[in-house]
């Protein structure tokens, strides 16, 4: 039995059409099963607004505040969200992922 779909379509995976392990089901996959669509994009929405708050309100690290290893605070901060922005774009791509 072929299943047809229209073409432009993607098709919608189920857990139960992915392979199993060993016999028994993929367990990681039942327990990520449970996130709605919508608790995940707002999880998502959150993770991705996060950096825009955080450097945009300028007044929070414009101030004096404690040097790292000799960089002023207002530079190391900002350099700290790069990777910080990486991860959480990652973590957003995984769950709105289909």
Partial sequence: M??????????????????????????????????????????????????FVALLWVPFYAGGGPSLAGVPFFYWYQMLWVPLSVLLMFIAYLLLRR
């Fill in 2 to 51: 072929s299943r047809r779909r229209r073409r432009g379509t993607r098709p919608r995976w189920r857990a139960r059409d992915l392979p199993e392990t060993s016999g028994k089901p993929n367990a990681l996959v039942g327990q990520l099963c449970h996130v709605t669509s919508n608790t995940a994009r707002a999880i998502a929405g959150g993770c991705l607004a996060a950096p």
